[in-house]
């Protein structure tokens, strides 16, 4: 319980806007899911060579290499977890500091090569390379895995980011 | 079969003989010669193939960030609440982790920078940040009441004007809720009618019960200690207090974070000094919460625009101008539109006849008053006509001479049936007069009073009293002091012994048994004599409201919806000399 008080927790997605470019969000919430900060990409978007030569490993590499190392870099602050609905994300784990958690979505297919836990009724996956983040999760988050509506943030970091590209 | 099919081999041998010699041709010779070699030095071109290079790596990310304010949450000490929060049927709501329904918080469109609007954006719905700051609810709030709240939380100026029975104080007071533990707002002042403080302070005990809240009243002393409390971050001040007090409000010592005002319509004359020393409170937010914006015409409108922005709206603007330029800023909802499924209120207009002796008293009235008025030439003003228009009004309530009353014989009939079914009724007349007569002949139905004379400190016991006692059929009530921000929606029917001149004011007076929880329909009597004064007002009134409901349904409407001085003048076919139009409240 007193994890979670002062903890931050980050929420990394993707979209994809005009012309197939892809812009990236990450919503860093407090521990009372208010926003504490949000950083989004510029439109990214692979070439014809990428796509080629990165075949079927563009996906982790362009959303968890390159958007969602830069979206967590940007951040000012260190979040206990990076929860995405990204399934991309979970295959670079070893890229980043804290556990990843895959939050499958109703419309995103949920591909993730990971393993899977519950708590409650939410359902997520965590790295397979990765088992110690189980541990850390069961330990010190259950409350938060069980009790928050884990998919909603992403609803709002597609609104933001719609936001933002209407100011654009 | 084509598979079978093999080809045959026809192997055939001969001998087959070249006859050989060598003839001297010299050439013997040449071929032993040996074969001089020289050798030439030819360069090799050095240059390798061309090699493009694709360097995948190169995807280029670059980020925008947006940082927002962590404020310190409000901490209060929270308050057990032994009742578990149920829904409007009573029913606890289950414990999940996804709400029902997610309210989001929309930016205003006055709200321009970006980062401000992705701040609004960002926040998570009202249902998670409810149960987030662990907030009980008493009831579960309809969704449209949600809506409601993430209207009020972002803005910092606007007009709450639901149909009276929606639930505007739920709506304000879990909004200041919700700004207080968000801390974006420290101090919360809330202004409203003398008689309603004591609901707003039952209201806040029921929807924010760990909110301090401290009502300013008692001596000037005790005042000025009120005002400057830090500790309570709401105040709750009647209209009159804030003008007795208006060097302290308007002194630059004090400011509020938000001010709200209810039942706002009280600020509508801009040249009052309500509406000044209201507007001159320092303040960071303004609301104003009203079920009757418009009362009388587009005016009231920019008299409670004065207060949220001042010289937002302007004279004279045209309908459809006001109404884009305050779209964003004013929420309305009727019932029809918002609850489907609340019990109908339905109209029952009695149209009586006076009384003989009545009749015969309210025609000589009638006809001396109108010789009088005539005969008063250039000098004849509307206030004359006001106080024919009024004697002749009570003489349709009851015969001066011989008491008798059409309308009570009709009322005490209905009142029968009401009582026989165990069921309560309202009385609402403009005279605490007529009430007091009433209150006479219908003493076996038990009736309790509720108007100007009865104290504001008795009047909490005579709505309980009203509510609990079975003997009690019967609450008899003053326009004035009833029809604003009671809940009474225990009673099942009204009866309008006399008419307002305003409709809407007649419209809240019937909302106060017509609101969120009425147990069943409501039934509305309106009470009309014949061919008197009252039946010419009910047909006045019956314009007005027409009108009235064109201004809400964004239609074109009229440039006034007031009972002009000529309509005045016109109940008794005068003349009208000159002067401006005056407007009857």
């Known amino acids: 319980m007193s994890d979670s008080k002062k903890a931050l927790f980050g929420f990394l997605t993707g979209k994809v806007s005009i012309a197939n470019a892809i812009i990236g969000g990450y919503l860093v919430l407090n521990d009372l899911g208010r926003p504490a900060e949000f950083h989004c990409t510029e439109p990214v978007k692979p070439n014809r060579a990428q796509e080629i030569l990165f075949g079927k490993t563009l996906d982790s590499y362009l959303y968890g290499e390159r958007i969602g190392k830069a979206l967590t870099d940007a951040c000012k602050t260190t979040t206990a977890i990076v929860f995405t609905d990204l399934p991309a994300v979970l295959d670079v784990r070893k890229l980043y500091d804290q556990p990843i958690v895959f939050v499958p979505s109703t419309d995103r297919p949920s591909a993730a090569n990971g393993t899977a836990l519950e708590f409650g009724s939410n359902r997520i996956f965590i790295s397979q390379k990765f088992p110690q983040d189980e541990s850390v999760l069961r330990q010190r988050w259950t409350e938060i895995l069980t009790n928050w509506d884990l998919a909603e943030p992403f609803q709002r970091i597609h609104e933001a980011i719609q936001e933002t590209q209407k100011a654009a | 079969m084509f598979g079978e099919r093999k080809t045959a081999t026809v192997h055939s041998e001969f001998e087959f003989q070249v006859d050989s010699r060598i003839i001297p041709t010299g050439w013997n010779a040449a071929l032993r010669r040996e074969i001089p070699v020289t050798t030439v030095r030819m360069p090799l071109d050095e240059r390798l193939p061309r090699v493009v290079s694709l360097r995948p790596n190169d995807v280029r990310v670059k980020t925008r960030q947006y940082c927002f304010p962590e ?32 309210t989001r918080i929309s930016p205003p469109a006055d709200i321009v920078k970006l980062e401000d609007r992705l701040y609004y954006l960002l926040q998570p719905p009202l249902e998670t940040t409810l149960t987030r700051y662990e907030l009980k609810m008493p009831f579960h709030p309809f969704p449209y009441q949600f809506s409601g709240v993430s209207f009020l939380f972002p803005r910092h100026a606007c007009v709450l004007a639901d149909e009276m029975g929606l ?5 304000a007071i879990t909004t200041i809720r919700l700004l207080l533990h968000a801390a974006e707002i420290r101090s919360a002042l809330l202004i409203c009618p003398k008689p309603l403080v004591t609901n707003w302070v039952r209201e806040f005990n029921q929807w924010a019960p760990e909110l301090p809240v401290a009502v300013i009243e008692g001596d000037q002393a005790k005042r000025s200690w009120q005002w400057t409390l830090a500790d309570m971050p709401v105040k709750i001040a009647n209209y009159e207090v804030v003008l007795r007090d208006r060097e302290l409000v308007n002194g630059g010592e004090l400011h509020f974070d938000l001010v709200a005002l209810d039942e706002a319509q009280r600020i509508k004359n801009r040249s009052s000094t309500s509406s000044q020393v209201v507007r001159s409170i320092p303040r960071t937010r303004s609301w104003a919460l009203t079920g009757t914006p418009i009362e009388n015409s587009t005016e009231d409108l920019v008299g409670i625009f004065d207060f949220l922005s001042e010289g937002f709206l302007s004279s004279g603007m045209s309908p459809r101008g006001l109404r884009d330029a305050t779209k964003d800023y004013i929420l309305r909802r009727t019932k029809s539109e918002v609850l489907t499924d609340m019990p109908p209120k339905m109209f029952r207009d009695a149209s009586l006849d006076l009384t003989p002796e009545q009749y015969d008293t309210y025609q000589r009235a009638e006809q001396d008053g109108v010789i009088q008025l005539e005969g008063m030439g250039a000098s004849l003003t509307v206030q004359h006509v006001f106080e024919l228009v ?25 009142l029968e049936e009401v009582a026989a079914s165990g069921k309560k009724a309202i009385v609402f007349s403009q005279w605490v007069g007529t009430l007091e007569i009433l209150a006479e002949q219908l003493a076996r139905f038990g009736p309790l009073q509720y108007h100007g004379k009865i104290p504001s400190k008795k ?10 006692d ?10 004035g002091a009833g029809s604003v921000g009671l809940n009474l929606q225990f009673s099942e029917y009204v009866f309008l012994f006399d008419r307002w001149w305003n409709p809407a004011i007649e419209d809240q007076a019937i909302n106060r048994a017509h609101r969120i929880g009425a147990a069943g329909p409501v ?16 047909q006045v009134l019956s314009q007005k409201r027409e009108l009235f409901e064109s201004v809400l349904a964004n239609s074109d409407t009229p440039a006034s919806f007031g009972l002009g001085q000529d309509e005045i003048f016109g109940l008794f076919n005068l003349t009208l000399h000159s002067g401006k139009r005056i407007l009857a409240a």
């Not at chain 2, 639930?167 to 709506?171: A, I, L, S, V, Y």
């Not at chain 2, 309530?397 to 009570?408: E, M």
């Not at chain 2, 079975?470 to 326009?479: A, D, E």
Request: a positive charge; glycine letters at 6%; hydrophobic letters at 30%.
């Open chain 2, 71 to 102: 404020s310190p949450s409000w901490s209060v000490v929270h308050q057990t609440n032994n009742k578990p929060p149920s829904t409007a049927t009573g029913t606890s709501p289950p414990n999940r982790t996804k709400p029902d329904s997610q």
């Open chain 2, 167 to 171: 639930g505007k104080t739920m709506q």
């Open chain 2, 390 to 414: 009024l004697r002749l009004k009570q003489i349709c309530n009851f015969d001066p001479v011989t008491g008798r009353s059409a309308k009570l014989e009709r009322l005490e009939a209905d």
């Open chain 2, 459 to 468: 009047r909490d016991g005579v709505i309980d009293q009203f509510r609990n």
């Open chain 2, 470 to 479: 079975p003997n009690s059929n019967v609450i008899l009530m003053s326009y």
């Open chain 2, 523 to 538: 039934t509305v009597t309106r009470f009309v004599t014949l061919g008197t004064i009252e039946e010419r007002i009910d």
